[in-house]
């Protein structure tokens, strides 16, 4: 069986996945959710993208992790494309599940449309810790799509002020993901519109990866918490050989 | 439980969504199923735009409806604007199913491809009434898709002909959709091709939205025939606070 | 009950469709599964789309088949297109199945994206049959992406290598797709990415038809391995009156 490592994406820790992770667990395959470096409760928000990365390349080489499948939600893109940059020979399949992918020299906000550039950059600088949050409607409406509110209303809850910093700083790469000799995925949900489907997710930064295998399923960016086993069978078509 | 009202499409009564209205009172909800002015059995079929949104005004005021829940399906869409217009205290949220969605000045022409609005024309020029009528090739391989011939005949023979200068007429709006402060909500049907893929209802109508949630089921523009019972339950996960 | 001609595409045998054909007769009708001349096993690859058309138009003639539901698969497309311009009088519907579209003078490789041309270009000068291969990267991860490993490597041992000519040689029609007097489907797998989501098939294609009946169903391209039965299905949703 094969070695699952989740990386959550923006507003979310490691912890989030856990039910993901338990169905990925039940098919007999082993998982680590770690939580990058600035999401974490006590860390500082005053981190950028570089030290995020190298937080995850640090728990690989921590756990001594080999042969990964190495999956990445959103904002989580932007770490796993940089680790596999650091340490290509450790990852079997980079799995990008709804997630940004980076050419050399761009950030998540080069990938973001202008409006939620200019509205996190808002809510940031009313802010003094370095952060930002997600209004409760955006989450509701936009992210979490598919749940009933209970459910909208408990996730929005464990959200944590994400780092801004890391939306703005870019990548640097040694190679672009498209020339990049792993085994790429791109998992799909098709009815996440935190990306508006006129800038969507796929096929516009799916296709930066050159020749991948794509996924999709039914459900809304935040499918971790409306169908966790769905995605984790997404995951898992999307990271097998 | 809710309110909900639903706004039928062109060609089409009240009548014809009894069975969608069916599952969402079986799920114990309440629900108004009015015919448009300009498509009663008995109406002038010498009706505009805004005659056929005063008709839903004055169902809302005689009704005395609140805390609605009003879905339109598409030219219903036109005239659910424009109640929301006209008594927005009335309405909790706005459902467009594969509906228009006009900005002030706008017609449903102004969102038609060329040739339909060319298509339908033709057909109203050679008629004596005001109406058009839909050609059987056009609904059973764009409009009911999904069916079988036996639902698309049955079906085919309970449309009604539409008064066109509802299509023609230009809504006139206080606020655009996107500033209306109603919750909103798009109903996309996956094969719908009433209006060609290449030029959709959703993302290039329902961005007008602003903010709004997504809800997606497989189906064509006439699930209400082809699956009502799916259809009732995809407005109900629009209507849901 | 209705008779179905199923026509494979590149690289395929009509052998490749026979569970595809068992559920379409286990539902009650005729199936006719043809290998187009230059993919049997001892054709010749030194062959062109003219004579590709002329073989199934010969198959046709020899079996005497009318009121034919004519089903094509990708490349198929060019030759049920061709078939249908030579005896249109046999033909009830003809149903693409992410199949290419041509008008009068277009080739495939006029439908296919730069760097598939290139590709397949250059693995065919680097043999001497007049043929080329796919390599399996391409067809584990962009032509059945839905399948398991062993799904895959099956099905790809028994995929032949394509004659070029029938991939340059622009098609010779009387009359184009959209004017054809046939009524016509396009079933589209909506994880087909073996043409790239930002250059699809459908809409891009499927538009070509002028008026035509749109079925979707959840697949790869290769959905005759990884789910003959679904695909049977929709093709007979495709193909009903």
Redesign the interface.
Known sequence: MSTYVLIHGAWHTGKELASVAASIEAAGHTTFTPTIKGNGPSDSRDVGLSEAVCSIVDFFVLNDLEDVILVAHSYGGMVITGVADAVPERIRRLVYWNAFVPNNGESVNDMLPRQYVDLFESIASARADGAVALPF??W???YL??A??ATADHAFRHLNPHPIRTLREKISLNVNPAEVPI?K?YVNC??D?SL???YPW???L??KLG??????T?GSHELCFSNPARLAHALM?AG??
């Open positions: 409607p955006i509701r409406e936009a799509n598919d009933d509110l085994a995925s098709t009815e519109i508006p489907h006129h796929h096929p516009r799916s296709q020749l991948f295998r794509l996924v999709q039914p078509d097998r050989d």
